[in-house]
């Protein structure tokens, strides 16, 4: 398949206008290779890993949710000169879905709902409030990862869910007024969690994002390439 044909796919599943505005410039095409799109893989993150194993099976083009280039390039050294470096020798194309995929229907908070089982879903600013039949340490399961709860919480009615680093104080009183009795995200600050009118669950940015990434593989038949951080717990009895 031609590139521009796998862009216009992309573009509908998660149409540009729907991206915040700090993300402008950050999503699409931020890496234009070969025309041809004839393997296309997935991740969450264009990490060293990600992006070895992309060019040693010779992908066309790496979709990803966060774009490896972030900040305005006036040196290219480092991590950076490394990455485009074996990218733009291979031809390899690398396109962004990230805030877009966030508020598109079917996108992040959207999957993340279907596999926690959440039903009277209400949408919010970002992310949604639903009904959860599930534990903590159910939802804990499914989403591989242990969960740091800031409250006093032993069961959830109705959840707010917003992927990746989303505890924002405005969405969590939105939710709140929504009717949510926990909001679930990642990247907690203090002062957020002192202020919060409702219990917080603290999962992982990867935990939260990287499955829309695996099912949008899953949907057109890519492959995805899993590659979460390093976690260790520790206590006093370690």
């Excluded at 862009?7 to 729907?18: D, G, V």
């Excluded at 305005?72 to 031809?91: H, Q, Y």
Aim: charged residues 20%; negative net charge.
């Amino acid at each position: 398949m031609e590139r521009e044909a796998v862009i216009r796919h992309l573009e509908a599943l998660a149409p540009p206008e729907l991206a915040e505005e700090f993300d402008a410039g950050r999503i699409g095409l931020v890496v234009e290779g070969r025309e041809e799109t004839g393997s296309i893989y997935c991740a969450l993150d264009a990490s060293p890993r990600v992006v070895e194993k992309a060019l040693l099976d010779g992908t066309d083009m790496l979709v990803v949710h966060h774009t490896p280039i972030w900040a305005p390039v006036t040196k290219i050294d480092g991590d950076l000169a490394a990455f485009l470096r074996g990218v733009l020798r291979s031809g390899m194309n690398v396109y962004v879905l990230h805030t877009n995929f966030d508020h598109a229907p079917g996108g992040v908070n959207d999957v993340l709902a279907e596999m926690l089982r959440l039903s009277d879903i209400i949408p919010l600013s970002l992310g949604l409030v639903g009904d959860c039949p599930l534990s903590i340490s159910e939802i804990s399961g499914l989403l591989g990862v242990p969960l740091r709860v800031w409250g006093e919480l032993e069961t959830v009615s109705r959840l707010a869910v917003v992927g990746g680093s989303g505890f924002d104080p405005l969405l969590i009183r939105e939710a709140y007024e929504q009717g949510a009795d926990a909001f679930l995200s990642a990247e907690l600050k203090h002062s957020v969690a002192r202020a919060a009118p409702i219990p917080l669950i603290e999962a992982t940015h990867y935990s939260l994002e990287a499955p829309a990434m695996r099912e949008l593989a899953r949907r057109f038949g890519w492959n995805y390439i899993d590659d979460p951080p390093a976690l260790s717990l520790w206590t006093s009895g370690n």
